[in-house]
């Protein structure tokens, strides 16, 4: 009698075989996802859902009623709510709260992220709703506290201003902190609760390769950078406060920020090099029994996870090896799916906030699309390549681990890509050939911290080897942006949530990869649709004052020629890359510095790193060589890179002209020390546009470079003024706007800066004058259109779907 074969069952049949938890942490995921989207949740209904979704009996009865318990979580309690309803800002607040990870150390503060257990502000007690989770910042060169379970500390509570004076919000979710409590002193942080034995152990034992590292510093004593100690410090302890940023740009450029957050590359070394030693160690008659073997790596594990601490990469990577390991000793497959999806369920129930925390979704991303689509990937390549399934060889080493590496970076997209702003093509073949050195690099951090530990002056005399290992990542800072490297990428599309778009290019581009004739037409939808948010161009020139926050950000262009004056401080250089994307910009034709301040030239150095940049700008006068800024501009200057300009020099950008007015050549402004910064000396020019309108940008110019100025009254006059110094007192006085005449002024500063920029006195000022004011704190970007007409069109980002307001 014939017999029918079994059934077969599909690839995606498969892994929910193997994999029964995944869809209940899909749905767990899900549901806290929408509970923290949704602006009211009823907690009985949603408790009666839950009560009979479990009641159903079918097989998607658990998955809905997880779902809606992850909705019943949020309801409970994980909202996250803004303190300027509750708290008042400029009165200290004391705070009992709970840390949930190790201090992180910055470069000039520690900053650990806390629960709030309760609040009190005046004498008050203060009742929730208040934030659960905020940002805890102590601005002090140690390590601010011991493990603890819970402290109390008294500080200043106020919401994080972002780039574009707003709440930090929009492109990392609710990853980047909404709020801060600022402490000023050690001596308002004490310890309620004492932590436990696990907790001192962990303390413990980084306290005491923190102390092996610092000895090691000592013993040197040439004061030299050493990279090989930097990068064994965040390698192996997570420490990188002290990478430098032009380091980490590099890495991202490239694909390959992830090889400095400590993740399964750790865990996985340190499990392969305990199970080897294990090994050699095992007496031979005990060689046969696994749990000899298999428990030296679980003891590693589990002692790296107290050295480095409970990161959520960290967390996850490890029980995972932990999970895989119990089940290679109880003689059980080893399901990464359901490792996977373990873990995410008991980190969800424990701190439902994770799923909008950056690391902890690029980490499951990353690993989840390693479990279910590198075999799929690898499998269809050798379909399409004719070979069997499985075949050996370098050849198949190379295929399965460029889809390892591909699979991950598309496993990543949808959260990297509303983050970072930056599409990098070559990641996959970049971390496939950055892996065996990061292997290499990992393993002999690891081995050097043994030898510190015990011989710090061994390890001394060792560091050179260290830093020869470590020398490529110096080198890709030093690589210039451009070719296919990293791509600027705007997500910004109207009406659609930022990661919509990366969730949209990371299907498509998985599409064509496992079948391209299916996905091809996919993919070029998902451009298409991205390629709606560039902005056609416009009727005629434009000038855009970008809203950076406390800093000066000019954008002029023409088409797709541009020219940024400016680029906000450090942080703001971050937020200019989306910024230019979202405008079609690819290149700049020039970066002028007005004067190098941080406020004004830190963004133009970051964002060097990633658009290709043909000229820069700058007045003549010597700058400081040893500040960050002095360094970019001596480094453009060596590569031929650099122009000074003096007064007379004319630009052209498109159908933009610009003309220098200041300041002299020879630098011959005398102060007489009450211009340390070098304000007066500021780069000082009239942009012309086709219909006749000049705007006349000032730099950080004050009362002396003014008074210079006004020996030509008639260069001055303009239609749109970029007022001097962020609306400082000290600049724009009455004489100087007399002979400046605008129509129009535009002013850039930070919401709640410390300067107390703009001084009151200088609106008033502006308005007595009949000039409309437009501030980046009140009214974000500005966008002024210039028509062959001579008309001018104002627009604002403040006014969304409006038409702007017309100039006469």
């Given at each position: 009698?014939?017999?029918?074969?079994?059934?077969?069952?599909?690839?995606?049949?498969?892994?929910?075989?193997?994999?029964?938890?995944?869809?209940?942490?899909?749905?767990?995921?899900?549901?806290?996802?929408?509970?923290?989207?949704?602006?009211?949740?009823?907690?009985?209904?949603?408790?009666?859902?839950?009560?009979?979704?479990?009641?159903v009996r079918r097989k998607w009865g658990p998955v809905v009623a997880v779902g809606a318990l992850g909705l019943l979580l949020v309801a409970v309690g994980?909202?996250?709510?803004?303190?300027?309803?509750?708290?008042?800002?400029?009165?200290?607040?004391?705070?009992?709260?709970?840390?949930?990870?190790?201090?992180?150390?910055?470069?000039?503060?520690?900053?650990?992220?806390?629960?709030?257990?309760?609040?009190?502000?005046?004498?008050?007690?203060?009742?929730?709703?208040?934030?659960?989770?905020?940002?805890?910042?102590?601005?002090?060169?140690?390590v601010p506290f011991p493990a603890a379970r819970t402290l109390r500390v008294r500080g200043y509570l106020r919401p994080v201003v972002g780039f574009a004076?707003?709440?930090?919000?929009?492109?990392?979710?609710?990853?980047?902190?909404?709020?801060?409590?600022?402490?000023?002193?050690?001596?308002?942080?004490?310890?309620?609760?004492?932590?436990?034995?696990?907790?001192?152990?962990?303390?413990?034992?980084?306290?005491?390769?923190?102390?092996?590292?610092?000895?090691?510093?000592?013993?040197?004593?040439?004061?030299?950078?050493?990279?090989?100690?930097?990068?064994?410090?965040?390698?192996?302890?997570?420490?990188?406060?002290?990478?430098?940023?032009?380091?980490?740009?590099?890495?991202?450029?490239?694909?390959?920020?992830?090889?400095?957050?400590?993740?399964?590359?750790?865990?996985?070394?340190?499990?392969?090099?305990?199970?080897?030693?294990?090994?050699?160690?095992?007496?031979?008659?005990?060689?046969?029994?696994?749990?000899?073997?298999?428990?030296?790596?679980?003891?590693?594990?589990?002692?790296?996870?107290?050295?480095?601490?409970?990161?959520?990469?960290?967390?996850?990577?490890?029980?995972?090896?932990?999970?895989?390991?119990?089940?290679?000793?109880?003689?059980?497959?080893?399901?990464?799916?359901?490792?996977?999806?373990?873990?995410?369920?008991?980190?969800?129930?424990?701190?439902?906030?994770?799923?909008?925390?950056?690391?902890?979704?690029?980490?499951?991303?990353?690993?989840g699309a390693l479990v279910w689509g590198t075999p799929r990937l690898e499998a269809a390549w050798s379909d399409a390549a004719g070979l069997p399934g499985?075949?050996?060889?370098?050849?198949?080493?190379?295929?399965?681990?460029?889809?390892?590496?591909?699979?991950?970076?598309?496993?990543?997209?949808?959260?990297?890509?509303?983050?970072?702003?930056?599409?990098?093509?070559?990641?996959?073949?970049?971390?496939?050939?950055?892996?065996?050195?990061?292997?290499?690099?990992?393993?002999?951090?690891?081995?050097?911290?043994?030898?510190?530990?015990?011989?710090?002056?061994?390890?001394?005399?060792?560091?050179?080897?260290?830093?020869?290992?470590?020398?490529?990542?110096?080198?890709?800072?030093?690589?210039?942006?451009?070719?296919?490297?990293?791509?600027?990428?705007?997500?910004?599309?109207?009406?659609?949530?930022?990661?919509?778009?990366?969730?949209?290019?990371?299907?498509?581009?998985?599409?064509?990869?496992?079948?391209?004739?299916?996905?091809?037409?996919?993919?070029?939808?998902?451009?298409?649709?991205?390629?709606?948010?560039?902005?056609?161009?416009?009727?005629?020139?434009?000038?855009?004052?970008?809203?950076?926050?406390?800093?000066?950000?000019?954008?002029?262009?023409?088409?797709?020629?541009?020219?940024?004056?400016?680029?906000?401080?450090?942080?703001?250089?971050?937020?200019?890359?989306?910024?230019?994307?979202?405008?079609?910009?690819?290149?700049?034709?020039?970066?002028?510095?007005?004067?190098?301040?941080?406020?004004?030239?830190?963004?133009?150095?970051?964002?060097?790193?990633?658009?290709?940049?043909?000229?820069?700008?700058?007045?003549?006068?010597?700058?400081?060589?040893?500040?960050?800024?002095?360094?970019?501009?001596?480094?453009?200057?060596?590569?031929?890179?650099?122009?000074?300009?003096?007064?007379?020099?004319?630009?052209?950008?498109?159908?933009?002209?610009?003309?220098?007015?200041?300041?002299?050549?020879?630098?011959?402004?005398?102060?007489?020390?009450?211009?340390?910064?070098?304000?007066?000396?500021?780069?000082?020019?009239?942009?012309?546009?086709?219909?006749?309108?000049?705007?006349?940008?000032?730099?950080?110019?004050?009362?002396?470079?003014?008074?210079?100025?006004?020996?030509?009254?008639?260069?001055?006059?303009?239609?749109?003024?970029?007022?001097?110094?962020?609306?400082?007192?000290?600049?724009?006085?009455?004489?100087?706007?007399?002979?400046?005449?605008?129509?129009?002024?535009?002013?850039?500063?930070?919401?709640?800066?410390?300067?107390?920029?703009?001084?009151?006195?200088?609106?008033?000022?502006?308005?007595?004058?009949?000039?409309?004011?437009?501030?980046?704190?009140?009214?974000?970007?500005?966008?002024?259109?210039?028509?062959?007409?001579?008309?001018?069109?104002?627009?604002?980002?403040?006014?969304?779907?409006?038409?702007?307001?017309?100039?006469?």
């Open positions: 009698m014939a017999t029918s074969a079994p059934p077969q069952r599909s690839q995606h049949q498969t892994l929910i075989a193997h994999a029964p938890a995944l869809p209940v942490a899909l749905a767990a995921w899900g549901g806290v996802w929408l509970g923290f989207g949704a602006s009211y949740l009823p907690v009985v209904p949603l408790a009666v859902l839950v009560a009979l979704a479990f009641s994980e909202g996250v709510v803004k303190p300027d309803a509750v708290v008042a800002e400029g009165l200290p607040v004391t705070a009992v709260v709970r840390p949930l990870e190790p201090p992180r150390a910055g470069r000039f503060s520690w900053s650990v992220p806390v629960a709030v257990v309760s609040l009190r502000q005046g004498g008050q007690v203060m009742a929730p709703p208040w934030p659960r989770r905020v940002l805890l910042s102590l601005p002090e060169p140690e004076n707003r709440p930090r919000e929009s492109s990392r979710g609710r990853s980047a902190w909404e709020n801060r409590l600022t402490v000023k002193s050690r001596r308002l942080v004490a310890v309620i609760t004492a932590p436990s034995r696990i907790e001192r152990a962990s303390a413990a034992l980084r306290a005491k390769v923190l102390r092996a590292l610092e000895a090691v510093e000592e013993v040197r004593a040439d004061g030299r950078e050493s990279p090989g100690l930097i990068l064994t410090r965040a390698l192996v302890l997570g420490e990188r406060g002290q990478v430098p940023a032009s380091w980490r740009r590099g890495l991202e450029r490239q694909g390959l920020a992830h090889l400095l957050a400590v993740s399964g590359l750790h865990v996985g070394l340190m499990a392969v090099l305990a199970w080897l030693l294990g090994s050699l160690l095992t007496p031979r008659r005990w060689r046969h029994l696994r749990w000899p073997r298999l428990g030296a790596p679980m003891v590693a594990v589990a002692s790296y996870l107290l050295l480095v601490g409970p990161r959520p990469s960290l967390l996850r990577a490890s029980t995972m090896a932990l999970l895989a390991l119990l089940a290679q000793a109880l003689r059980r497959p080893p399901s990464g799916g359901n490792a996977l999806a373990l873990f995410v369920l008991a980190a969800l129930a424990g701190r439902p906030s994770l799923v909008h925390d950056l690391g902890f979704c690029l980490s499951v991303g990353a690993t499985g075949t050996g060889g370098w050849r198949g080493a190379v295929r399965r681990s460029l889809a390892a590496t591909t699979t991950a970076q598309l496993g990543t997209l949808p959260w990297a890509l509303p983050a970072f702003h930056l599409l990098v093509p070559t990641a996959p073949l970049s971390n496939l050939m950055a892996l065996p050195w990061a292997v290499v690099m990992l393993a002999a951090g690891v081995s050097w911290c043994g030898v510190a530990c015990l011989h710090p002056a061994t390890a001394a005399s060792l560091l050179p080897l260290l830093d020869g290992l470590a020398a490529p990542v110096p080198a890709l800072a030093a690589w210039r942006p451009g070719g296919w490297g990293a791509l600027p990428w705007s997500t910004t599309l109207p009406g659609v949530p930022e990661g919509v778009l990366g969730i949209a290019l990371a299907l498509a581009l998985a599409a064509v990869l496992l079948r391209p004739r299916r996905g091809v037409p996919l993919l070029l939808l998902a451009l298409t649709v991205g390629w709606c948010g560039v902005p056609e161009a416009g009727e005629g020139p434009e000038l855009l004052l970008l809203d950076v926050g406390q800093g000066d950000a000019v954008l002029i262009k023409d088409g797709d020629r541009a020219i940024l004056v400016d680029g906000g401080g450090d942080f703001a250089g971050r937020a200019l890359v989306p910024a230019l994307a979202a405008e079609g910009i690819w290149r700049l034709d020039g970066m002028v510095v007005s004067h190098p301040d941080r406020d004004h030239c830190g963004g133009l150095r970051v964002l060097a790193d990633f658009f290709p940049v043909r000229k820069v700008y700058s007045a003549v006068f010597p700058w400081d060589e040893g500040s960050e800024c002095g360094q970019w501009l001596t480094a453009a200057r060596r590569r031929g890179q650099h122009r000074p300009l003096v007064p007379g020099d004319h630009l052209a950008v498109g159908r933009w002209r610009l003309e220098i007015l200041h300041p002299p050549p020879s630098g011959g402004l005398k102060s007489r020390g009450k211009d340390p910064k070098g304000n007066d000396r500021s780069l000082v020019f009239v942009a012309t546009a086709p219909g006749g309108r000049r705007v006349l940008l000032t730099g950080d110019i004050e009362a002396v470079a003014e008074r210079r100025l006004l020996s030509d009254p008639e260069a001055l006059a303009c239609d749109v003024l970029k007022v001097a110094h962020h609306g400082s007192q000290t600049s724009s006085t009455a004489r100087f706007l007399a002979a400046a005449r605008p129509r129009l002024a535009l002013l850039s500063s930070g919401r709640d800066n410390p300067y107390h920029h703009p001084s009151p006195k200088v609106v008033r000022r502006l308005e007595r004058a009949g000039v409309h004011v437009l501030r980046t704190d009140h009214h974000g970007r500005v966008r002024l259109l210039f028509r062959e007409d001579g008309t001018m069109v104002t627009t604002t980002i403040a006014l969304p779907g409006k038409d702007g307001a017309r100039v006469d």
